[in-house]
């Protein structure tokens, strides 16, 4: 298995532009999480899903800022309109219930300017 | 208040040495604990599972009180490669699969 793949790995993007995000989990993984990291606030829990549905979105910092995964291989983060606030560099992670350990992608660095 | 909490460092170290990284939690409902490590620039993989009687792998020691809420990891005999971020992560009762991580600790370990 290729692991979790994420999609654009850097994205440069003008203050109030749309941003979207993309990840792929592993196959056969029915958690999948979003986790935004910062020097100043380490890695945060935005949402997560089980089989597709958002489980807790708590961590969503505002409106702006929305999360799908419309089907088992497939989910998007989606800023919109973007803030110079929200660079950061943005993990997608997967794991299978019962099993211990979550498997990260490689990250997509966000650069909001 | 963060849920986790971890001493940042930087922890410079010379190879060879001792080297151990002090964690705390305040959810005492949390069921599950790890050791994630990650390096510049990348992603955090796991490194080891933390369990309440202990456990060893190779020269990494993980070490549990929950009465403390206190989790520790000991690296013996430092090798340059063990220089990275080590990351305190916790899995609230409540947060079904959900992994709480500290802000991490960095160690440098230099020849």
């Known amino acids: 298995d290729a692991g979790v793949i994420q999609s654009p790995r850097h994205e440069v993007t003008e203050m109030g532009q749309e941003v979207t995000l993309r990840c792929k989990p592993i196959?056969?993984?029915?958690?999948l999480f979003w986790y935004r990291q910062t020097m100043m606030r380490g890695l945060e829990l935005l949402i997560y899903?089980?089989?597709?549905?958002?489980?807790?979105d708590s961590g969503m910092p505002e409106d702006r800022f929305s999360a799908k995964m419309p089907n088992a291989s497939f989910s998007t983060l989606k800023i919109q309109p973007s803030e110079p606030r929200d660079s950061a560099v943005y993990f997608c992670?997967?794991?299978?219930?019962?099993?211990?350990?979550?498997?990260f992608g490689q990250g997509t660095r966000l650069t909001v300017v | 208040r963060k849920e986790v909490e971890q001493d940042p460092g930087p922890f410079n170290v010379p190879e060879g040495a001792t080297v151990a990284f002090n964690c705390t939690y305040s959810?005492?409902?949390?069921?599950?604990f790890f050791w994630y490590r990650q390096d510049c620039r990348k992603e955090p993989k796991l490194l080891m599972s933390?369990?309440?009687s202990g456990n060893e792998d190779g020269r990494f020691t993980a070490q549990l009180n929950r009465a403390s809420q206190y989790i520790s990891l000991l690296i013996r005999d430092s090798k340059l490669s063990d220089s990275a971020t080590y990351l305190c992560?916790?899995?609230?009762?409540?947060?079904?699969?959900?992994?709480?991580f500290g802000k991490g600790t960095s160690l440098l370990v230099t020849p």
């Open positions: 899903f089980n089989n597709n549905v958002p489980i807790d």
């Open positions: 959810n005492s409902a949390s069921q599950s």
């Open positions: 933390v369990y309440s």
């Open positions: 992670a997967s794991r299978i219930r019962g099993n211990t350990e979550a498997f």
């Open positions: 196959s056969g993984h029915d958690y």
């Open positions: 992560v916790v899995n609230p009762l409540n947060s079904g699969y959900a992994l709480n």
